[in-house]
Structure formats: structure tokens, C-alpha cells
């Protein structure tokens, strides 16, 4: 079956540290791979994808195939960064019948 | 624009009632899910409506569960003899046709449901 695993349900780090949050797939084919992030009191919403290849809020994220791995990252973590954070990839169905595999997601929490 | 729009925000109901909760999509969006959001279980996909297909309820936890999609618009969750284990947040999102474009998913504010 397919599957996204984030093997971390809670991250806890100090603000100005580097932060890293995994995120790994079932192998299949070329995939596409998201992050998405709720901040408290927010909506769910994207943060990035893999194929825009592009740094939002500081945090990158590399798809690395040899690994079926795509950890999100940042140098220097901010207390506004706590959130929860969401792996997805969309199922491998053709055609309509396509929906997102989530990971468990995430908690980041940014210490002062 | 608008966004995904939910209601009610907060929904507290007596064990054993039936309650039904809405989701309007963002126009012209295909596609529309349903999914349940609890402290510790993360985000668990409920229901899937893509255009005129048949829906993918493979998330429904039990037939106390069900969702249509009239007009290819509107969503109602209904949750039949709710029970406790139903308190969550039960969020909607849509997308473009996930077949053709990107998957990006635009959420809703969710519906806080709470059974006593």
C-alpha cells in the first residue's frame, strides 16, 4: 500500500536551531510531494512542493529518490515556525480518481 | 476570492443524534474531500468527490457516516447515532481537478464537533 511516514509525532527544538522534519514514501514511479502546515488558529494550507524547487519562510525541501525521502528543512527555526506539519503525496490512481496520501504529521514547537 | 467556507464552527450534540455539517468549495473547483482531524491521529481521509465520478468513501469509519455533493458544489457530512469517539474536527477542502493540475488542496476552517 501506498504510504507517507513522518516517523516524528513531535519535534521540540530552540529558536536559532536548524530544524529537520521527515518525512518518507512508499516508492513508486516519480512522485509529487508536499508539505503542508497549520498554525495554530489557521487554516491547513500549503507550505510547498516539491517540483516548485522553491524556499518558503526560510524551509526547503528535497526529494531525494535514492532515499524515497523528502525532509523539510531550515538553518535557523523561529517561534513563529511552530505548527503542525503535513507530508502528502498524491495516490498513484490515473485519471480522476486521484487523492492525497497523508503522513501523521508533525508537531513543531520552537522554543524560546 | 472566497475561500472553502464550513458550517457550523462548533457543533456540541447529545450521543445518539444525528448531526450534518457543510462545506461550500471554492467555485469552479471539481474536487472536494472530507477529512477528520483528532488530537494524536493526525489527518484521517474520510470522503472524495471528483466531478460526476463516483465518490471514494474508502475513509468512511462506519455506515453511521455518509456525504453527497449536490450540483457538484455543496457538501454535507452526516454522521448518523453520533458517538463520543466522533468528537474531532472535520475539515473540507478543495482542489482543481486533481487529475489535470496540481493537487494543491485549499482547506476550510473545519467544523469543531464535540458529543456528550
Known amino acids: 500500500a501506498q504510504r507517507v511516514t513522518q516517523p516524528e509525532k513531535l519535534l521540540s527544538v530552540f529558536k536559532g536551531a536548524p530544524v529537520e522534519l521527515k518525512c518518507n514514501y512508499s516508492?513508486?514511479?516519480?512522485?509529487?510531494l508536499f508539505w503542508y502546515v497549520q498554525y495554530s488558529r489557521q487554516r491547513l494550507q500549503l507550505l510547498l512542493r516539491?517540483?516548485?524547487?522553491?524556499s518558503i519562510k526560510g524551509f526547503t525541501a528535497d526529494l531525494n529518490k535514492g532515499e524515497t525521502s523528502f525532509h523539510l528543512k531550515k538553518p535557523f527555526a523561529q517561534e513563529e515556525d511552530s505548527a503542525m506539519y503535513y507530508c502528502?503525496?498524491?495516490?498513484?490512481?490515473?485519471?480522476?480518481?486521484?487523492?492525497?496520501?497523508w503522513g501523521l504529521g508533525t508537531s513543531l514547537a520552537v522554543n524560546p | 476570492g472566497a475561500g472553502v467556507s464550513q458550517s457550523p464552527s462548533n457543533k456540541v450534540t447529545e450521543k445518539g443524534k444525528d448531526v450534518e455539517l457543510r462545506c461550500d468549495p471554492i467555485?469552479?473547483?471539481?474536487?472536494l474531500y472530507w477529512y477528520r482531524q483528532s488530537l494524536g491521529q493526525g489527518l484521517e481521509f474520510l470522503i472524495y468527490?471528483?466531478?460526476?465520478?463516483?465518490?471514494?468513501k474508502s475513509g468512511l469509519p462506519s455506515d453511521r457516516f455518509s456525504a453527497e455533493r449536490t450540483g457538484g458544489s455543496v457538501s454535507t457530512l452526516t454522521i448518523q447515532r453520533t458517538q463520543q469517539e466522533d468528537s474531532a474536527v472535520y475539515l473540507c477542502?478543495?482542489?482543481?481537478?486533481?487529475?489535470?493540475?496540481?493537487?494543491?488542496?485549499?482547506f476550510g476552517p473545519g467544523t469543531r464537533l464535540t458529543v456528550t
Open positions: 477542502a478543495s482542489s482543481v481537478n486533481p487529475g489535470r493540475g496540481p493537487y494543491e488542496q485549499y
Open positions: 467555485s469552479g473547483h471539481t474536487a
Open positions: 468527490f471528483q466531478g460526476n465520478s463516483a465518490p471514494d
Open positions: 516508492y513508486s514511479g516519480s512522485p509529487e
Open positions: 516539491h517540483i516548485s524547487r522553491e
Open positions: 502528502a503525496r498524491p495516490s498513484n490512481r490515473a485519471g480522476n480518481n486521484r487523492k492525497l496520501i
